[in-house]
């Protein structure tokens, strides 16, 4: 076996491969790290090369010496000499190549064995334009003594191991242009100063001032402009759709257009259920699924008059009762006012009374709540004035009356209030034609009904209404309570406490009473009589 003794290089181990299969007829270096096998006499080999250049890498190698990974490093070692045309592999192995050779550099770097061993005569290392992908290949690094490093035209990424370059300081050329590497501040270490802003093109690593001053500038001006947009954005929101706003933001009771028409599906005729000359009456749905009504006035009025009017609104969007439509707010345009209610029915009293003829407590309990709210509004509200006809209160789903027409500034007295719900009250039971004669404002119907006997009272009662042998007393309790509220000749009209206590005794009666097996008919009537028939 012939042995080259030319010290401090890697070739001591050549002659041995060169010994196996001669160069140029082996196969590749996959097959022969699969296919060749220490030859006997290799550990004396070693252990005689360590003693002659104990600078070999290998001899340092700790605590025992790994000879079947520098047997492999061997055949990796010969391969690589040759595909980096090297002129003689067998005396020299000074630099490796494979710049442009992309389907073998990937294979011979991921060799760790090799480079961990790397043979001390390589001075250049060249991996340039070979599009490969990863970190950086720090196992290069492990040639401490290279002169030169191209690693270009790549696409490694991450950062730059700035503190494994310290042991090269041979390293004189140093190319890392054209890779994907983090931005880092490799312009402000030591490491940069040994190199030009030439190793670091477009790498990655080195900030790029033009871009960097592209980004100052899209900050600077950007930002301003952004705080700048979000404030109109807030603004346009406190003015125009406050509602988009937390709840804690919002101004409460005040509408605006924008929330109006976003209601309305943009004052959609979908959603008009309403109109006059001057008043639009649309249904709508607010931002959080409430719905509600909007009555719009499209009337010029003076500053004046339109400035009492949100005043009045802002006292009514106080009231709160169960008998009365609540008031959510108002909202003022340059074109129309408007203000927003509840969403209730339809249905008023007077259509409700019309109808399949509701029984004797169902009536008595919407008077009772008429009632209710009146004692409110007199103790809490006085300058609140209201309607109460059958026409104006509505009724919701479980039979509770709503007062849905009320307004401030006009301080009736409560003897007024009380007729006027003295009329009220007339109108739950009697026949419309003894209605009639009310309105007119006959005083002498008032002495004609109190002067008559049963079976006359019974031809003015409402023929819809059930009168039974058990609840007539009722009626004509709470009939006698209605002519005292109308009577103008009466100076002691009965207060809102009596008329409540009247009708809620009456109210509370009615639900104790069995089920009438005797029905008083309005259909046959005999003068002075009363005709019973049994079910």
């Excluded at 699924?289 to 106080?318: A, Q």
């Excluded at 003295?422 to 005083?443: H, S, Y």
């Excluded at 031809?459 to 309790?477: A, G, P, S, W």
């Excluded at 509220?485 to 100076?491: F, L, V, Y």
Aim: hydrophobic letters at 40%; aromatic letters at 10%.
């Amino acid at each position: 076996m012939i042995m080259a003794t030319i010290s401090s290089t890697w070739y001591l181990f050549l002659p041995i491969i060169l010994s196996l299969c001669p160069i140029t007829q082996c196969a590749t270096v996959v097959e022969d790290l699969k296919n060749l096998h220490q030859p006997p006499d290799f550990n004396s080999t070693i252990l005689s090369n360590c003693l002659k250049n104990p600078s070999l890498r290998h001899c340092s190698s700790s605590p025992m010496m790994d000879l079947d990974e520098i047997f492999k490093f061997t055949i990796v070692a010969s391969h690589l000499c040759n595909e980096s045309k090297n002129p003689n592999c067998v005396e020299s192995f000074p630099k490796v190549d494979l710049r442009n050779r992309p389907n073998i550099a990937p294979l011979y770097l991921s060799f760790d064995f090799f480079w961990k061993y790397c043979p001390l005569s390589i001075m250049s290392i060249d991996l340039s334009n070979n599009s490969m992908k990863g970190d950086f290949p720090t196992d290069v690094l492990y040639c401490t003594q290279i002169q030169s490093l191209d690693l270009s035209i790549n696409a490694f990424s991450g950062d730059i191991p700035i503190q494994s370059f310290s042991p090269l300081t041979n390293l004189t050329f140093l190319n890392l242009s054209y890779n994907c590497f983090s931005e880092s501040k490799v312009s402000d270490s030591q490491f940069f100063k040994r190199f030009n802003s030439s190793s670091f093109l477009h790498s990655g690593a080195l900030l790029d001032h033009k871009r960097f001053t592209v980004k100052a500038v899209v900050l600077l001006v950007g930002f301003p402009i952004l705080v700048i947009l979000m404030v109109v954005c807030l603004v346009w929101l406190c003015f125009q759709r406050p509602d988009f706003l937390p709840s804690k933001l919002q101004r409460s009771r005040r509408f605006t257009p924008a929330i109006l028409k976003a209601a309305t599906a943009g004052f959609s005729n979908n959603n008009l259920v309403g109109m006059s000359d001057v008043v639009y009456i649309y249904k709508g749905i607010l931002r959080d699924g409430t719905e509600v009504k909007i009555e719009m006035y499209w009337d010029d009025i003076p500053r004046d008059s339109y400035r009492k009017f949100v005043e009045e609104c802002k006292v009514l969007s106080k009231l709160h009762h169960k008998n009365l439509v609540r008031v959510l707010g108002w909202c003022r345009s340059r074109k129309f006012r408007a203000i927003i209610t509840e969403w209730t029915k339809e249905e008023n009293v007077e259509m409700w009374l019309s109808g399949s003829g509701p029984p004797w407590n169902h009536r008595l309990k919407v008077l009772m709540g008429v009632v209710e709210c009146m004692r409110y509004l007199q103790e809490e509200w006085p300058e609140v004035d209201y309607e109460l006809n059958t026409s104006s209160i509505l009724l919701s789903d479980y039979v509770e009356p709503l007062i849905s027409r009320f307004k401030v500034g006009d301080q009736n007295s409560n003897r007024r209030k009380i007729h006027r719900f003295g009329v009220f009250l007339l109108e739950m039971i009697l026949t419309r034609k003894v209605q009639e004669e009310f309105d007119r404002g006959d005083a002498g119907t008032i002495r004609y009904m109190r002067t008559l006997n049963p079976a006359d009272l019974k031809q003015m009662i409402d023929e819809k209404l059930e009168v039974t042998e058990t609840n007539f007393h009722q009626v004509k309790q709470v009939l006698s309570l209605g002519l005292m509220c109308i009577d103008q000749s009466n100076k002691e009209q009965p207060s809102l406490a009596l008329i409540f206590n009247t009708i809620a005794r009456a109210y509370k009666t009615s639900l104790l009473l069995p089920s009438a097996n005797h029905r008083i008919f309005h259909g046959e009537r005999f003068k002075g009589q009363m005709r019973v028939q049994t079910r």
